[in-house]
C-alpha cells in the first residue's frame, strides 16, 4: 500500500522523463566525483517527495548537482558546500538534519529510549526479585490442564 | 445494478458489524450465552457481506463499468485483465475496501477456529473484531464510497497509473494488508484480556499463531515491495526510509517484538503486561501508517488521499482505538498478575533485551517520522529527516540486535550460563571475523563499515547454525543420532533457525549492496562496450516495441563472461499511450545470488542513449533473506503445539469458568 502510492508519485516525476545523474554531470576525476555522489545523496530534492538530489530526476535536482560539482571542484570542503546550500535553501535541503536546538530531541532519542528502556527493565527485575510467584488458583489449573490435554508441549 | 447491490451489501455489512460489537460485548460482560454464542456466526455473515461487495467492485472493474467514478478515475477499458483487477485496489477507496475485507477474513477465522476458546474470551475478541470493522466500514460509507455513480458515464477511462500495472500490486498491497490487518486479531485478544482482568499462558498460546499468521505477511510484504521498488524505479534502490515505507516498518519492529515476548509469556508466563502492551502497540502502529498513509498529513505528493474530510475522519479513528486502548491498559493492566521470574541472564532475559533494542528501533522510526511534522506544527521550522539519519541512528540498534541474537536461544530458562555460551559462539565469531577481515584485504580500500557490517552477517548466520548444530548435537554425537535428533525436533525450533538466518542473509544482502556494488553510468552509442563486474556488456542498439497500451524504446544489451555470451538485457523506457506517462523497465539477469541491472535513460544530442548499469553482488540475499524468515515463520506455526485447529476438547457447550 507505500509502494505504490510512492511509486504513482515517481511517476508524476518521470513524465519529462531523464534520469538522475546524467553521463554528462559526471566529473572526469574519479576522487572528486565519489565526493560529490556521496553529498548529494545528503542532500534533499526540494521539488520531490523524500527523494535525494542524487536519485531524483527533476531538473532543480540536476541544477544542484552541476552547481556541488562546480564548488567541489573550486576546492570547497563538504561542509562548505552544505553551508552554502542551507544558506540558500534553509535546514531543508539537509536529509540528515544538523544537530541544534530544534533537533536535540531527535537525535537523543534513540539513545534516551535504550537508556530509559534499561533502567525501567532494571528496576522491574529488581523489584521482581522480592515477590514470590503468584500460584494459578485450583480452577485456573485444571482449566490450563485442560487446554494443555491432546498437544505435546516439549521443555526447549 | 453491480454497483448498487455492492454498496448496499457494504450498508448491511456495517449495520453488521456494529451489532457484532454490541451483542457480543454485552453478552460477555453479562455473561448471557444466548448474546455470546451470536458473536460467531455474525462474524462470518459479515465476511459474507464484504466479500459480495468486493466481489461487485472487481466486476464493474472488469466490466469497465465507467459509469462507476473509481472505475473511470483507475481503469481502461485496453487495460489487460490483471491490472483491471488490480486496479480494484490501486486507489484510496478500494484499497479501503481491501483493508476491510482482509479484516472480515480473520474474523471469520477467528470464528471458524476458536471453538475452543473460554466463550466470554472468544465474545470479547469477536467483538472488538467487529468494533473495528464498523468503524471502518462507516469510514467507507461516507468519505470513500468506491461505488459513486457518474452522470453522464465516461466513454473511456483514466487508465490506472502505469507505474501500478505491474504483477507487484498484484501482490504487495494485499500481502501488506494481510500483515497490518492481522495484528488486528492479536490487538482484539490484548482488548478481551484487559476487559476480563485476567491472562494465562493459554492466551498467549493463542494470539501467538496468529501474530505469527500477521508476522509472516508483512514480512512477505514488505520484502516485496521493497523488491518492487528495486525493479520498477529504475535506480536500483531498494529502501528509502520513506514515510510510506518507514509507517509498515514500524508495526514490523512492534509486531517481531510481540513474538518474542508472547513466547516468553506462553513458556515463562512471564511479562504479561509488556506482551498486552505489545499487542496494543503493534495494532496502533499499523493503524497510524493507515492514518499517515491515508490521511495526506505527510503534506507530500505521497500521499493521494489529499481529502482533509478524510484525514479528520481517519484522525478520529487512530484518537478511539490508540487512546481508547491505552487508557484501557492504565486502568486495567494492574489486575493482570505478574508471573515467571528469572535471573537477568537467561533466555527470558535476552528476550526482554531483543525487545528493548526493537521497541528502541521503532521508536526511532516513529519520531523520524513524524519529527519533521511535529516541528513544522510547533515552530514553523523546515527540516528534513531522511535516509542518511535513519541509517545512523536506527542502523546502529539494528546491528546490537544481530550481535546479540544468536545467543538469546542458546541460552536456557530461567538461568543462563553466558560463559558457556560465549564458549559455543566464539568458533562462529572467529571464522566471521577471519573473512570480514579477507574482504577488508582483498577489496583494497574498500569500506571498513562494509567489513563491520559482513563481520556481523557472517556471525548472525554462522550463529543461527551454531545454534541448530547445538541442539542436535551435530558433532558430539554420530552423525545418526545427530539425523535422530534432527527429525525429532520441534517445528518451531526450525522456526528459530530459519528466522535468525534469514535476518543474516538479509543483512549479508544489504552490506554487500552497499559495499561492492558497481555502477557504470555512461552515454551509448550502438556497438560501444561497457566492462563492470566480471562481464562485458555491447550496446546494440535501441528498436521499437508495442504493447496491449504501451510502447516502449528497447536498448539491446549482449553480456559476455569470458568472451561467452551469458545473456541478452533489454531495458527499456516504456510510455503508456492512454495519458503518455513513461516508466523505466529495468533490464534484470540473475547471476548466483548477484543481479546486473540496466536501465535506460533519454537520447543525448548526438544520438546515444544514456544509461545505468549495476553489478550487486549477493543482492538478492535481501528478499530472500526475507523470505527465509518467512519460511522459519510458517514452520513455527506449523507446529504441533501451535497449530490453529488442533485437536482439543470441546468447549462449546460449556460454560465459561465463573471463577475470577
Known amino acids: ?156 | 445494478m453491480i454497483a448498487e447491490l455492492g454498496h448496499f451489501s457494504l450498508a448491511l455489512a456495517f449495520a453488521l458489524a456494529l451489532l457484532q460489537a454490541g451483542i457480543s460485548l454485552w453478552g460477555a460482560a453479562k455473561r448471557d450465552v444466548t448474546l455470546m454464542s451470536v458473536a460467531g456466526p455474525m462474524a462470518l455473515a459479515g465476511f459474507g457481506f464484504v466479500a459480495f461487495a468486493f466481489f461487485c467492485l472487481v466486476a464493474v472493474y472488469v466490466q469497465s463499468d465507467f459509469s462507476v467514478a473509481s472505475v473511470y478515475a483507475n481503469s481502461h477499458s485496453a487495460q489487460p485483465l490483471l491490472y483491471k483487477v488490480t486496479g480494484v485496489w490501486g486507489n484510496h477507496e478500494g484499497s479501503m475496501l481491501l483493508w476491510v475485507l482482509v479484516l472480515a477474513i480473520f474474523s471469520a477465522l477467528v470464528a471458524l477456529f476458536s471453538g475452543n476458546l473460554p466463550m466470554r474470551l472468544r465474545a470479547n475478541v469477536l467483538g472488538v473484531e467487529g468494533a473495528i470493522a464498523a468503524v471502518f466500514l462507516l469510514f467507507i460509507l461516507t468519505t470513500s464510497n468506491p461505488f459513486l455513480r457518474l452522470d453522464p458515464p465516461p466513454v473511456e477511462g483514466r487508465e490506472l497509473n502505469p507505474i501500478l500495472q505491474d504483477i507487484g500490486l498484484a501482490i504487495h498491497p494485499p500481502l501488506l494488508y494481510l500483515g497490518y490487518v492481522g495484528f488486528s486479531i492479536s490487538f482484539a485478544f490484548a482488548i478481551a484480556a484487559l476487559i476480563e482482568g485476567r491472562i494465562d499462558a493459554a492466551w498467549a498460546r493463542w494470539v501467538r499463531p496468529w501474530a505469527l499468521v500477521a508476522w509472516i505477511f508483512l514480512t512477505l510484504g514488505i520484502a516485496m515491495g521493497s523488491y518492487w521498488a528495486y525493479y520498477e524505479l529504475g535506480w536500483g534502490g531498494y529502501w528509502f526510509w520513506d514515510p510510506v515505507e518507514n509507517a509498515s516498518l514500524m508495526p514490523w519492529l512492534a509486531g517481531t517484538a510481540l513474538l518474542h515476548s508472547a513466547v516468553v509469556m506462553e513458556k515463562r508466563d512471564a511479562l504479561k503486561i509488556w506482551t498486552v502492551l505489545l499487542a496494543i502497540l503493534t495494532f496502533s502502529l499499523s493503524l497510524l501508517g493507515t492514518f499517515l498513509v491515508r490521511s495526506g498529513v505527510l503534506t507530500s505528493v505521497h500521499t493521494f488521499a489529499n481529502d482533509p474530510a478524510r484525514g479528520v475522519f481517519i484522525l478520529a479513528i487512530l484518537t478511539l482505538f490508540v487512546g481508547g486502548s491505552f487508557t484501557l491498559f492504565a486502568w486495567r493492566a494492574t489486575e493482570l498478575k505478574p508471573g515467571g521470574l528469572f535471573a537477568p541472564i537467561s533466555r527470558e532475559g535476552a528476550l526482554v533485551l531483543n525487545n528493548l533494542f526493537l521497541s528502541a528501533a521503532a521508536a526511532t522510526v516513529l519520531t523520524g517520522t513524524l519529527y519533521p511534522l511535529a516541528l513544522e506544527a510547533i515552530t514553523g521550522a523546515k527540516i528534513s529527516v531522511g535516509a542518511p539519519f535513519f541509517n545512523r541512528t536506527a542502523g546502529p540498534l539494528f546491528l546490537c540486535l544481530l550481535i546479540l541474537m544468536p545467543a538469546g536461544p542458546l541460552l536456557a530458562w530461567k538461568r543462563g550460563d553466558l560463559a558457556g555460551v560465549a564458549q559455543r559462539l566464539v568458533v562462529a565469531a572467529a571464522i566471521s571475523f577471519a573473512v570480514a577481515a579477507l574482504s577488508l584485504w582483498l577489496v583494497q580500500g574498500g569500506p571498513l563499515l562494509a567489513a563491520i557490517g559482513l563481520f556481523i552477517a557472517l556471525y548472525a548466520i554462522a550463529g543461527a547454525l551454531v545454534e541448530f548444530a547445538d541442539r542436535t548435537a551435530l558433532f558430539r554425537e554420530p552423525l545418526a543420532a545427530s539425523l535422530s535428533r534432527v527429525v525429532g525436533l520441534p517445528r518451531s525450533a526450525f522456526g528459530t533457525t530459519l528466522a535468525h538466518l534469514g535476518i543474516g542473509l538479509a543483512l549479508l544482502g544489504i552490506v554487500a549492496e552497499a559495499g561492492w556494488s558497481e555502477e557504470r553510468i555512461v552515454a551509448l552509442k550502438a556497438g560501444d562496450q561497457v566492462s563492470i563486474g566480471q562481464f562485458d556488456l555491447q550496446f546494440k542498439g535501441v528498436i521499437p516495441r508495442q504493447g496491449p497500451n504501451w510502447r516502449d524504446l528497447v536498448g539491446r544489451f549482449e553480456v559476455r563472461k569470458g568472451g561467452v555470451v551469458v545473456a541478452t538485457m533489454e531495458p527499456a523506457k516504456r510510455t503508456y499511450l492512454a495519458n503518455g506517462q513513461s516508466t523505466t523497465e529495468a533490464g534484470i539477469e540473475t547471476f548466483g545470488f548477484g543481479q546486473l541491472y540496466a536501465s535506460l535513460g533519454d537520447p543525448t544530442a548526438d544520438g546515444a542513449v544514456s544509461a545505468r548499469i549495476y553489478w550487486k553482488p549477493l543482492v538478492t540475499l535481501i528478499w530472500l533473506g526475507g523470505v527465509v524468515m518467512a519460511i522459519g515463520g510458517a514452520c513455527s506455526i506449523s507446529d504441533r503445539r501451535l497449530r490453529i485447529g488442533a485437536p482439543q476438547p470441546a468447549r462449546r457447550s460449556t460454560l465459561p469458568a465463573p471463577a475470577e
Open chain 1, 1 to 156: 500500500m507505500r509502494r505504490f502510492i510512492f511509486a504513482s508519485i515517481a511517476a508524476l516525476s518521470l513524465v519529462s522523463a531523464a534520469f538522475a545523474v546524467e553521463p554528462d554531470e559526471v566529473l572526469p576525476d574519479p576522487a572528486l566525483e565519489a565526493r560529490a555522489r556521496a553529498l548529494s545523496k545528503t542532500l534533499r530534492c526540494m521539488v520531490c517527495q523524500n527523494q535525494s538530489i542524487d536519485d531524483s530526476n527533476a531538473p532543480l535536482a540536476r541544477d544542484l548537482r552541476l552547481l556541488l560539482r562546480e564548488r567541489i571542484k573550486a576546492g570547497e570542503s563538504d561542509d562548505q558546500v552544505r553551508d552554502f546550500l542551507v544558506s540558500r535553501y534553509g535546514e531543508f535541503v539537509l536529509l540528515e538534519p544538523r544537530l541544534n536546538e530544534h533537533t536535540f530531541i531527535l537525535w537523543a532519542l534513540p539513545a534516551l529510549g535504550l537508556v530509559i528502556g534499561g533502567i525501567a527493565l532494571l528496576l522491574a527485575l529488581r523489584r521482581g526479585k522480592g515477590t514470590a510467584a503468584n500460584p494459578l488458583s485450583a480452577e485456573e489449573k485444571r482449566r490450563l490442564q485442560r487446554l494443555l490435554e491432546g498437544s505435546d508441549v516439549k521443555k526447549m
